[in-house]
């Protein structure tokens, strides 16, 4: 596999806050990895900085080609999807729109139905409210529209924040088995943040853990998740 995503000496700040100290990590092409850490390592800013959201420094390579410093329309463009922390769909339009909306960039017009028809496949709990109003949706089902939303892009890249956040333990389990499918069927490449550092090393391919805006510990998922260290602080056994 090649490298899809390459981050080199990133930096990223709020006005005088420095929040990211150099950080340096890579994706392969249909991989998964996952960024852990506790509140405030700076996880959601590497993903904010990897869209074009926060100022910053350093190198994002996308496909090889620096990206730092290019509009978030633009990165999206490019085909990579951002699914912040707490859903992001738009309440009033039903599930089905908010799905047209995600291809709103695609000049593929034709094969828009065809994909919202394998969404459906993907979670068929958003078929059953195709003509629902998003609002009225549970928290589950509104992290699955936001993830098909974002699919319906075609995404070579997905940046997922936090996926598991307030939704209950079996809607999480039901969650990250559709994660893993997307993976392993459509070659989805996926970075992940993550608090529940269990479930995303057992998805990921390759692990980094984040303290205050440092990269301290990478390698394979597996083997992060070996750490005693590790299993202590962020696993709890």
Known sequence: ???????????????????????????????????????????TTTLRAICGMVKCSGEILFEGKNILGKSTEDVARLG????????????????????????????????????????????????????????????????MLAIARALMLRPRLMLLDEPSFGLAPLVVKEMFEILTALNREEKASMLIVEQNAALALGIADEAYLLETGSIVMSGPAKQIGADENVRRSYLGY
């Open 80 to 143: 990579v999807a951002h699914i912040p922390e707490g859903r992001g769909t738009f309440t009033r339009m039903t599930v089905e729109e908010n799905l047209q909306l995600g291809a709103i960039s695609r000049r593929d017009t034709q094969n828009i139905p065809k994909d919202i028809d394998k969404m459906f496949d993907h979670f068929p709990r958003l078929k059953q409210r195709r003509t629902q109003q998003a609002g009225t949706l549970s928290g589950g089902e509104q992290q």
């Open 1 to 43: 596999m090649s490298k899809l995503l390459e981050v080199k000496n990133l930096r990223a700040s709020y006005g005088q806050v420095r929040v990211l100290h150099g950080l340096n990590f890579s994706l392969e092409e249909g991989g998964v990895t996952t960024l852990l850490g506790a509140n405030g390592a700076g996880k």
